[in-house]
């Protein structure tokens, strides 16, 4: 098949790569805003270069890959699927829970699949976590925790416009605690401070934030983030039931130092870039949009998840700034929300 890709940043530039080695995927055709990496792709990977993403719709793509400017995703998503081409897009769907309602509502009806980029969904730990939970390996949940700690802060410009810490990084947090336990987000709590970089306090945001979570079964999800992590990328997530309790995460490059006296020391590097810790779960994604191209499955990550993952976050930023609990429905939106526990597999 021939795959279209517009924009090609860090993730751009990546995603392209990994598409050019998947067996389904005869060419490409790449475009960015900035022609020096529109060639540089193109030359490094065989690709077609394309002057602009309308460009790219007009060469006959049979799918389109967006890791856009988030200001771009809406227009462009909305572009490929008036063209009647299926979408990846890279998340979040817009800057906005509003923006992105609008997408998910002009998008309804269509026929055509849009997939968005929450790549937690094909990392191998989380899929058996989710296989067990929904197989009833744990029993009646009652905890969730899950963690997202960066090697180190982002620049002060991508701050700037990140939207904040819990929409931008917890965010992901958010998304696998609904696949995992196909559950629902009733009500938030959330905090944070800085401890570091004294940008992103100018900013309004927080460096080290976490959020209490219920779920609408009575499941406590506890999310922890932070932007200092010296000892590497450290994702885990951590399921409790009354029959067993599970993580996933949890290897032999977890950046975490044990001090129990004889405790093994790793014999490989920590994971320390979110590149290397999901490489896997990116091809996986990737593939799984090529099955989603070729008519084999539908999306794995609806428009529909992405805005209830935005959801959430709104509500923990409203609750970092208000200092008080918000309920889910205080936030726009719970009409689109899907069912968490329905189909989606990676």
């Given at each position: 098949?021939?795959?279209g ?5 860090r ?7 990994t ?7 005869g ?20 690709a ?5 993403p309308?460009?790219?719709l007009a060469?006959?793509?049979d799918g ?5 400017a988030t200001?771009a995703?809406?227009?462009?998503i909305l572009?490929?699927?008036?063209a ?28 055509v699949?849009?997939?968005?980029g929450?790549?937690r ?5 989380c ?8 197989g009833g ?23 700037a416009?990140?939207g904040?810490i ?8 958010f998304d ?5 336990t196909?559950?629902e ?10 401890r570091g970089?004294a940008?992103?306090?100018g ?9 209490l979570l219920?779920?609408d079964d ?6 922890s ?11 885990r997530?951590e399921?409790?039931?009354m029959?067993?309790?599970i ?5 032999e490059?977890?950046?975490l130092r044990?001090v129990?006296?004889?405790a093994a ?9 979110f590149?290397?810790?999901f ?17 084999r499955?539908a ?12 959801r ?11 200092h008080r ?9 719970g009409?689109l ?10």
């Amino acid at each position: 098949m021939r795959i279209g890709i517009m924009g090609l940043g860090r993730i751009g530039a990546f995603h392209a790569e990994t598409l050019a080695g998947l067996d389904g995927v005869g060419s490409l055709v790449v475009t960015d805003p900035v022609d020096a990496a529109t060639a540089a792709v193109a030359g490094r990977l065989g690709a077609e270069p394309a002057a602009s993403p309308e460009a790219v719709l007009a060469a006959g793509v049979d799918g389109v890959v967006i890791a856009a400017a988030t200001d771009a995703h809406p227009g462009l998503i909305l572009a490929a699927v008036r063209a009647g081409v299926p979408v990846f897009c890279e998340k979040p769907v817009a800057r906005t829970v509003e923006e992105s309602l609008a997408v998910a509502r002009a998008v309804e009806g269509s026929g055509v699949e849009v997939q968005i980029g929450y790549n937690r969904r094909f990392d191998p730990g989380c899929a058996a976590a989710r296989a067990a939970v929904l197989g009833g390996e744990l029993g009646t949940l009652h905890t969730v925790r899950s963690t997202t700690l960066d090697p180190a802060p982002p620049p002060a410009a991508y701050v700037a416009v990140s939207g904040g810490i819990f929409r931008d990084c917890a965010v992901h947090d958010f998304d696998i605690v609904r696949w995992v336990t196909g559950r629902e987000v009733t009500e938030v709590y959330a905090t944070g401070g800085n401890r570091g970089a004294a940008y992103i306090a100018g900013a309004g945001d927080a460096d080290t934030a976490s959020a209490l979570l219920t779920l609408d079964d009575g499941t406590i999800a506890v999310v922890s983030n932070s932007r200092h992590n010296a000892r590497g990328h450290d994702v885990r997530l951590e399921v409790h039931g009354m029959k067993d309790s599970i993580a996933a995460g949890r290897d032999e490059r977890l950046p975490l130092r044990s001090v129990e006296p004889g405790a093994a020391v790793p014999g490989v590097a920590p994971h320390h870039f979110f590149l290397d810790r999901f490489a896997a779960a990116y091809r996986a994604e990737l593939t799984a949009f090529t099955e989603v191209v070729a008519g084999r499955r539908a999306s794995p990550c609806t428009l529909a998840d992405a805005v209830e993952a935005s959801r959430i976050a709104e509500a923990c930023t409203r609750s970092f700034h208000e200092h008080r609990p918000v309920r889910l429905d205080e936030i726009p939106g719970g009409r689109l929300r899907p069912d968490p526990s329905g189909g989606r597999t990676g």
